[in-house]
């Protein structure tokens, strides 16, 4: 009896695992040919009919929004790579002695609202400053600057050519929202470890609508004697270089800036400016920043693609992804810097890393690392796709068993004539289900995302005709943040939200929203 009951819970497992299995390539298409590719996302599964047919839903609308607005998710870089896959918060930490041992900081963007009449004369008032026009950043190089749409490319160009003259305030030469300002100001600190002398702080001023119209630009007090700071900063750079050049491959030169730079600083918490690269090669005090941005520059001075990971790893985190032999690799410089074993967070995979590290921000786009030895080598220009829909443009395709709207193969026009409670009915919602406000939309999001929990989550709601541009809007402008998402996030304890949101007439003045969440 005991060997039967053994083999029936046995079985049970089995299934359990195989429908586990089921569901997960159901939300994400074509996860057997490409394991943590883009996310994408469908209708839940009450609206699914039995059958054996993928189909593919056009929606009226498609909108796609994250925490990196401003991203060119249709032409994001490194497309052609199996993508990062994110570890869970929850499981990652530092390994005891290497606690404590990090200090990066996120950059602050530190935001006001004025009055329109304001803005208005800060438009007409305040410069441009210098626009960059000349200059050429290759995406091998510059990957952040890769990843952003052309627009904000332009912005990218202006911020860093007036970081270069040390001016302080200027206004946007783009349209942009306080969003998009911080990913674009993220990228261009993240790309540019010679820019030693800028601050990981800024500041902004925008209008009602969600227009900046003044950035503010901080600087260390290295601003005040900048010659001689570069100076000093491409002397100690050189010291180390000129020991590298002459080494016969990539592997053996990072080896030796690696070892350099260890044998150089020194790690200091209460180390001054020691979220730039001056404070590890000039003043030899520093933390995770310092180290990971001196490495960066050294790397890129050599000409091998070198990258600034921003992370967590119990707490806050910095380290490199390095071009190698043909592979990505991660390395972390500063855990290195310890007298048991300087090599072992040294050209390592994701994999390796997982229980220690955890990408944020615009990191999780950078190129994953695979194991060593794998078939995954790839070119210097592969990568991920990105986490949410990369051409939002283009309908996400569902794993349906049949139509998701039987007898509709196309959405009716808000003027079908049939009725409300008809067209309800036939979507299987009733009058109470409708959401017919943005503050209730707001709440129904919030509820259902926090219940949810964090990855990938889907959860749809029905909302009358005319209340979609209120919400469309409010996307736009980013003012849904604030709305629910921020404090989504905060019950859940995380940092990083992204979202496609599709909209499908119901008819009968009704739309359905499907929304598929990657929280992480």
């Given at each position: 009896m005991k060997l039967v009951k053994k083999l029936f819970y046995g079985l049970m497992i089995l299934c359990m695992l195989l429908c586990g299995v089921v569901i997960v390539c159901a939300l994400i298409p074509g996860l057997t040919d490409r394991i943590a590719a883009a996310v994408y996302g469908g209708a839940p599964a009450e609206d699914t009919q039995p059958g054996g047919t993928e189909v593919v839903v056009s929606p009226?609308?498609?909108?796609?929004?994250?925490?990196?607005?401003?991203?060119?998710?249709?032409?994001?870089?490194?497309?052609?790579?199996?993508?990062?896959?994110?570890?869970?918060?929850?499981?990652?930490?530092?390994?005891?002695?290497?606690?404590?041992?990090?200090?990066?900081?996120?950059?602050?963007?530190?935001?006001?609202?004025?009055?329109?009449?304001?803005?208005?004369?800060?438009?007409?008032?305040?410069?441009?400053?210098?626009?960059?026009?000349?200059?050429?950043?290759?995406?091998?190089?510059?990957?952040?600057?890769?990843?952003?749409?052309?627009?904000?490319?332009?912005?990218?160009?202006?911020?860093y050519a007036n970081a270069e003259e040390l001016k302080e305030s200027f206004r946007p030469a783009v349209e942009v929202s306080a969003d998009q300002l911080y990913t674009v100001f993220e990228a261009v600190t993240g790309?540019?470890?010679?820019?030693?002398?800028?601050?990981?702080?800024?500041?902004?001023?925008?209008?009602?609508?969600?227009?900046?119209?003044?950035i503010s630009l901080e600087y260390y007090d290295l601003a005040d004697r900048i010659d001689s700071a570069k100076r000093e900063f491409e002397t100690a750079a050189e010291e180390i270089l000129q020991g590298a050049r002459d080494l016969e491959s990539d592997l053996e030169k990072e080896r030796y800036v690696h070892d350099a730079l260890i044998e150089k600083e020194v790690y200091q918490a209460s180390a001054s400016r020691n979220q730039s690269a001056y404070s590890a090669l000039v003043d030899g005090r520093t933390v995770c920043a310092g180290y990971a941005r001196a490495f960066q520059y050294l790397m890129l001075q050599l000409g091998i693609p070198c990258y600034y990971c921003m992370g967590y790893s119990g707490e806050d985190h910095a380290w490199n992804i390095v071009y190698v032999d043909g592979m990505y690799r991660n390395v972390d410089v500063t855990w290195d810097d310890n007298e048991e074993d300087t090599y072992r967070y040294f050209n390592c995979s994701d994999r390796a890393y997982a229980g220690t590290h955890m990408r944020k921000g615009l990191s999780v786009y950078l190129p994953a690392c695979p194991e060593e030895g794998s078939s995954e080598a790839v070119s210097p220009l592969d990568g991920i796709q990105g986490l949410i829909n990369?051409?939002?443009?283009?309908?996400?395709?569902?794993?349906?068993?049949?139509?998701?709207?039987?007898?509709?193969?196309?959405?009716?026009?808000?003027?079908?004539?049939?009725?409300?409670?008809?067209?309800l009915r036939e979507a299987g919602i009733t009058e109470a289900d409708?959401?017919?406000?943005?503050?209730?939309?707001?709440?129904?999001?919030e509820t259902k995302l926090t219940k949810a929990g964090t990855g990938q989550v889907q959860f749809t709601c029905c909302i009358p005709a005319s209340l979609w541009q209120t919400i469309e809007d409010a996307y736009t402008s980013g003012r849904h943040r604030a709305g629910y998402v921020d404090n989504a996030l905060k019950t859940l304890e995380v940092d990083n939200f992204a979202i496609n949101l599709q909209v499908v007439r119901l008819g009968g003045g009704y739309y359905r929203l499907y929304h598929t969440v990657a929280t992480w």
């Open positions: 009226d609308f498609s909108i796609s929004e994250s925490t990196t607005p401003g991203i060119d998710w249709e032409n994001m870089p490194f497309q052609n790579q199996t993508g990062y896959v994110i570890p869970s918060k929850d499981q990652v930490a530092a390994p005891e002695g290497l606690s404590g041992k990090n200090g990066y900081r996120e950059a602050d963007g530190r935001t006001s609202e004025v009055e329109d009449e304001e803005g208005e004369k800060l438009q007409r008032e305040l410069g441009l400053g210098e626009l960059g026009e000349d200059l050429q950043f290759q995406e091998l190089y510059y990957p952040y600057y890769a990843m952003l749409t052309e627009p904000m490319k332009q912005l990218y160009r202006q911020i790309d540019h470890p010679e820019l030693f002398f800028l601050e990981t702080e800024y500041s902004c001023k925008y209008m009602k609508g969600g227009q900046v119209v003044e990369p051409n939002p443009t283009k309908p996400l395709t569902l794993a349906d068993r049949g139509t998701l709207f039987p007898d509709r193969t196309a959405a009716p026009d808000d003027t079908d004539s049939s009725s409300e409670e008809e067209n409708v959401i017919r406000s943005l503050d209730a939309y707001y709440k129904d999001c």
